[in-house]
């Protein structure tokens, strides 16, 4: 919100600099008395006109064209919108000028010739183009303006988690060590206990040092979330039902570490994995553009999805700042059923 509130004031910064300017041209080269024309009856219709049309253009740029094209770094589709943009200007301009202002005066601007589409779009094109340099520029102060402040977002979260790193390092090499010789002692007399400490050390050992990276090889990122239902399945034995697919080829694909585990976790926390009708569900397909994975299951009526672990709009973040909008993720509560879905583009470098 406060963002949208400092961009109207640059707007309007802006539309009084372009409007000034010309009060300054016309006191340049005429005078005061060129100065004085403009406000006096009736006043200069046309230029109002150009104004409407300029800052039509302007506005129509700066929150449709540049986000949809320059963001995604589509620049032949922003040429080609810049080429429907002066249309535009020419058919606001006609239509205000040519046709209505026409009706009440009875006088054209342009002379007949001079008003076939082709000339006439051409020759405004010099206004047009005024419009949409003003907001490119803008847009591309504000997108640097952005993305440095999510720049400084990350630095700031990562430090917060480093902290917390830090905070948590109450000797896990002690804890470690203590699993290893549990499952020293058991490894003989009970192999499927010590393979089961085994599986828990690997999974904390993962958390603890190998996912501090932002990207993991999503082939360890499914050995972990594996891993966490295994020892979920030991824990609830026969009453746990869950439904856990993998679809596609795992191969080199990288993801951001510890963000597909928030799925799985969440139905653990706050989900119903108890119904044997209605199992949970956790779907993960590899395609060759993309990481797909969804879940479904039933809300526990004491629970809310909101309070999970990072929290869905942190995690959306995160996203946001590693993929831009390159990416889905939606969530949604439905007649006591939860369902999340979450796309993101492949990526093989680390």
């Known amino acids: 919100m406060e963002i949208v509130k400092k961009q109207r004031y640059f707007h309007l910064a802006v539309i009084l600099i372009v409007v000034l300017m010309d009060l300054f041209a016309d006191f340049f080269y005429g005078g005061t008395e060129g100065f004085l024309n403009n406000f006096q009856m009736p006043l200069n219709f046309n230029r109002i006109i150009i104004y409407t049309a300029t800052f039509a253009v302007y506005f129509l740029n700066f929150y449709l064209l540049c ?20 249309i535009i200007f020419g058919q606001i301009r006609y ?10 005066t009875g006088k054209h601007n342009y002379f007949e010739e001079s008003r076939k589409f082709i000339f006439y779009t051409f ?18 102060f504000y997108d640097s303006a952005e993305n440095q402040k999510r720049v400084y977002q990350l630095e700031l979260d990562f430090k917060k988690a480093e902290l917390n790193f830090l905070k948590s390092q ?22 499927e206990t010590a393979k089961d400490i ?25 050995k ?22 993998i679809e596609g080829a795992v191969n080199e694909q990288v993801v951001p570490s510890l963000v597909l585990i928030h799925f799985v976790e969440n139905i653990f926390k706050h989900g119903i994995i108890s119904d044997k009708e209605n199992p949970a569900k956790i779907d993960l397909k590899v395609t060759d553009k993309e990481v797909i994975v969804s879940t479904e299951n039933l809300i526990s009526t004491s629970e809310k999805y909101n309070h999970n672990g990072i929290g869905k709009e942190n995690l959306r973040r995160r996203l946001f700042a590693i993929y831009q909008e390159n990416f889905t993720f939606e969530s949604e509560e439905k007649e006591g059923l939860f369902t999340t879905l979450l796309k993101l583009p492949i990526s093989n470098q680390l």
Do not use: W
Not at 67 to 76: A, D, G, I, V
Not at 95 to 104: A, G, K, P, S
Not at 227 to 244: A, G, S
């Open 95 to 104: 239509l205000l000028e040519e046709v209505i202002l026409f009706h009440f």
């Open 67 to 86: 986000p949809y094209t320059l963001k995604k770094k589509s620049y032949f589709k922003y040429f080609l919108g810049i080429i429907i943009l002066i």
């Open 170 to 191: 109450l000797e896990p090499h002690f804890l470690f060590n203590t699993l290893n010789t549990f499952y020293t002692d058991l490894i003989d007399s009970q192999p």
């Open 198 to 222: 085994h599986r828990l050390c690997e999974l904390l050992r993962y958390v603890t040092y190998e996912a501090e990276k932002e990207l993991m090889p999503l082939k360890k990122e499914i």
């Open 123 to 140: 020759d405004n094109s010099y206004f047009a183009i005024k419009g949409i340099l003003y907001s490119t520029l803008m847009y591309i």
């Open 224 to 245: 972990f979330i594996e891993d966490y239902i295994y020892l979920h399945r030991k824990r609830f034995e026969d009453t746990m039902f869950l439904d856990y697919n």
